[in-house]
């Protein structure tokens, strides 16, 4: 947050994410802020907001990337509380960024009709303090993972970490690779899914690949077969909200448990599984401080693990 003249509101200056690529200004400004919608189209009626530094209508539609600056009223959303977040596990700290390993059950930052624990909560409680850039209930946060996956993620501490974060994460230069048990053996055993991505056409709560979607890609490779299942390693391309489980539904192996998109129940239940088997396992970038080349790697969570040692028992 930066001060602005005395006695103006401070200013906030934020990228406007992708999922909301294509929303209207005012829609977007509520979502992100935690505003009405009222109070978000009189912030831009009233000149209080510039959309890469120009300024904008209530209506027109915001780009993914797009950089906002908003004079915010002093009534600006407060942040998250502090909550205790057991087995949020922090892996690597630092002035700048400070790496978690995410546990099942826990989402990244708070969102609308979700009341669990998050990752911003459990910083708080620990005592971090993290950067104010972004949206007031995700300050900090440059990228999330499922409530129902488990893995790494980083959140930056300072503001030059918020910014450098964001930019890797734009320019794709951020290595980010997950473990994906999914159903049966992918033919070819190693490949990549271009597939565009969206919301579901008919239920909201899912996501899709859709023509005129995000374009997506995922780039996969099988570690190890088994009778029933693949462990795959698997790298994104891009970032869009469930594609590691959208891909690999379209292409009819979904993650073994993800009974969202599809998959056996009662081969979950025969392993023990009541989600979906997906863990970010390793995360790589350079570090805002020095552009140094960073990575973390996490191992499996136990009831992941244990899918794998009743697999391999059973071959």
């Known amino acids: 947050m930066t001060a602005g003249d005395p006695g103006r509101a401070p200013t906030r200056a934020v990228g406007v994410p992708d999922g909301l690529d294509g929303t209207r200004l005012d829609v977007a400004l509520a979502r992100m802020f935690g505003l009405s919608r009222t109070a978000a189209a009189d912030l831009v009626d009233t000149g209080a907001v510039t959309v890469d530094g120009r300024a904008a209508r209530r209506s027109d539609r915001v780009s993914g990337g797009a950089w906002l600056e908003v004079a915010l009223p002093d009534v600006a959303s407060p942040p998250e509380p502090p909550q205790v977040v057991e087995g949020l596990r922090v892996v690597h700290d630092d002035d700048d960024i400070v790496v978690v390993d995410k546990p099942v059950g826990v989402a990244a930052h708070p969102s609308p009709g979700w009341t669990g624990p998050t990752v911003v909560g459990?910083?708080?409680?620990?005592?971090?303090?993290?950067a104010t850039s972004g949206a007031a209930e995700r300050q900090g946060v440059v990228h999330r993972i499922d409530v129902g996956t488990t893995g790494l993620m980083v959140v930056a501490k300072s503001e030059r970490a918020y910014t450098s974060l964001k930019d890797e994460f734009r320019e794709r230069t951020v290595e980010k690779t997950y473990a994906a048990l999914v159903q049966g053996h992918p033919d070819p055993s190693?490949?990549?899914?271009?597939?565009?991505?969206?919301?579901?056409?008919?239920?909201?709560?899912?996501?899709?690949?859709?023509?005129?979607?995000?374009?997506?890609?995922?780039?996969?490779?099988?570690?190890?077969?088994?009778?029933?299942?693949?462990?795959?390693?698997?790298?994104?391309?891009?970032?869009?909200?469930?594609?590691?489980?959208?891909?690999?539904?379209?292409?009819?192996?979904?993650?073994?448990?993800?009974?969202?998109?599809?998959?056996?129940?009662?081969l979950a239940g025969r392993l023990g599984l009541t989600r979906q088997w997906?863990?970010?396992?390793?995360?790589?970038?350079?570090?805002?401080?020095?552009?140094?080349?960073?990575?973390?790697?996490?191992?499996?969570?136990?009831?992941?693990?244990?899918?794998?040692?009743?697999?391999?028992?059973?071959?």
Request: net charge negative.
């Open 122 to 130: 459990g910083l708080a409680a620990a005592g971090f303090r993290i």
């Open 190 to 266: 190693r490949g990549t899914i271009d597939a565009p991505v969206d919301r579901h056409p008919r239920q909201e709560y899912r996501w899709a690949v859709v023509a005129g979607g995000k374009p997506s890609v995922t780039h996969y490779e099988t570690v190890e077969a088994f009778r029933a299942a693949s462990l795959l390693d698997v790298r994104l391309e891009t970032g869009r909200t469930h594609q590691i489980r959208v891909h690999m539904a379209a292409i009819r192996h979904p993650c073994v448990g993800d009974l969202m998109y599809g998959a056996d129940p009662t």
């Open 278 to 315: 997906l863990h970010a396992y390793r995360l790589a970038f350079e570090h805002p401080a020095d552009g140094g080349r960073v990575e973390f790697t996490s191992p499996f969570p136990a009831d992941l693990q244990h899918a794998l040692d009743v697999l391999a028992a059973e071959s």
